[in-house]
């Protein structure tokens, strides 16, 4: 899987980041037992089954350390996965191999698990998309929304710079649904995409009046959504969030939403376990 988000170019800084922080190049454990010449063979194996999501980053996170690493991935990305199996193949100085092992396997734990827990709502929406939101951990977005494309999800806008969205605590303090979208408008144009979170058929026929792109449903069950739901005409999208959860959000599904969107893609997902073995070559 291809991704702007996993160019080295865009990710070695991070990467370096990461590696001096758990003193990858001063690994006095490594220095004092393993002998600088030794060559090793490693193998990544899952410990539970999901989906699969971050080897590029393994393979960047040696040629980092060592350009004498290979990495050969055995598992394309978003690939299911199972207990035991074998994902990767790794070769080259025992010293660095040990030393890039948490790292690497870190990052690999996080996005599998978000591939993971995203593959899991993705195969409950019946139809409409499942999407990400910015509940995402500070400077790892760009690799969280990888993992939720890795895992069949969509994402959502990249941050505040992206469409306008107007939110409950814009309406409190701007004046209102109409009062709002109106002062988008006359700020960004008429091509500007404008999405309004409702939470009542009042504020849905405002948002509608005031010419919205997309409709955000926060927070309503999925009785009230029916309903509000009705009132949409063609051509204008809605987006049902707030709180969906696995428990119910095949339910959700069965609405005629355009998107459901769940923080918990990436807020709440477990990390996906993961090993290395490693022996000299």
Known sequence: MKS???????????????????????????????????????????????????????????????????????KSEG?????????????????????????????????????????????QVAGPRIYDTR?????????????????????????????????????ALAGGVAACVAAARKKYGPREFIEVEVESLRQLREALAAGADILLLDNRSPRILKSMLKEVPKGVQTEISGGLTLADIRGYSRLPGDRFSSGSLTHSAPALDFSMDLRRS
């Not at 690994?27 to 989906?51: F, H, Q, W």
């Not at 790794?90 to 092992?101: D, K």
């Open 135 to 171: 509940k995402t951990t500070p400077l790892l977005r760009p690799l969280e929304r990888y993992a939720v494309r890795a895992g069949g999800g969509q994402n959502h806008r990249f941050n505040l710079a992206g469409h306008v969205l107007i939110k409950d605590n814009h309406l």
């Open 4 to 74: 702007p988000e996993l160019d080295p170019h865009n990710v070695r800084p991070f990467l370096r980041q990461a590696l001096k922080e758990d003193g990858a190049r001063r690994d006095r454990t490594t220095a004092a037992v393993v002998p600088a010449a030794l060559k090793a063979r490693g193998e990544i194996l899952a410990k539970a089954g999901g989906v699969l999501a971050g080897l590029p980053l393994v393979a960047e996170i040696y040629r980092l350390l060592d350009k004498r690493c290979r990495v050969t991935a055995l």
């Open 79 to 123: 690939a299911r996965i199972k207990p035991g199996m074998k994902v990767a193949v790794l070769r080259g100085p025992a010293r660095t191999l040990l030393s890039g092992e948490r790292v690497a396997l870190n990052l690999l734990s996080r996005l599998s698990g978000i591939a993971t827990e995203t593959r899991k709502f993705a195969d």
